[in-house]
């Protein structure tokens, strides 16, 4: 299995960015993935799922400005996050599993992308 983010970069506060986690080796309509990220100095928190039912979860910090979505001829699944706030600045990882998950039993992360919101 192999998890591929991208779409980071730099936001002022307020702004969107929607990230991409590109799969091979596993079918994103059937399986769950999920969205994490790191702070500098902070630990890994999960931050939104979707499950093989297209259920989703979000932590209570980013609810109602990210939507995590799929799109299964793509194979990919997405993360929109608008109204971006300096407190999202963190790398953003995908990992192919449902939550709830011990985070720190996942392994191995990919490389991440980095999001910045600052003015």
């Known amino acids: 299995v192999q998890l591929v983010e991208s779409g980071g970069g730099l936001v002022q506060p307020g702004g969107s960015l929607r990230l991409s986690c590109a799969a091979s080796g596993v079918t994103v309509s059937n399986s769950a993935v999920s969205w994490a990220r790191q702070a500098p100095g902070k630990e890994r928190e999960w931050v939104a799922g979707i499950y093989s039912d297209e259920a989703t979860w979000y932590a209570d910090s980013v609810k109602g400005r990210f939507t995590i979505s799929r799109d299964s001829s793509e194979n990919t699944v997405y993360l929109q996050m608008n109204n971006l706030k300096p407190e999202d600045t963190a790398v953003y990882y995908c990992?192919?599993?449902?939550?709830?998950?011990?985070?720190?039993?996942?392994?191995?992360w990919g490389q991440g992308t980095q999001v910045t919101v600052s003015p």
């Open positions: 990992a192919d599993v449902p939550l709830p998950y011990d985070i720190t039993w996942y392994e191995p």
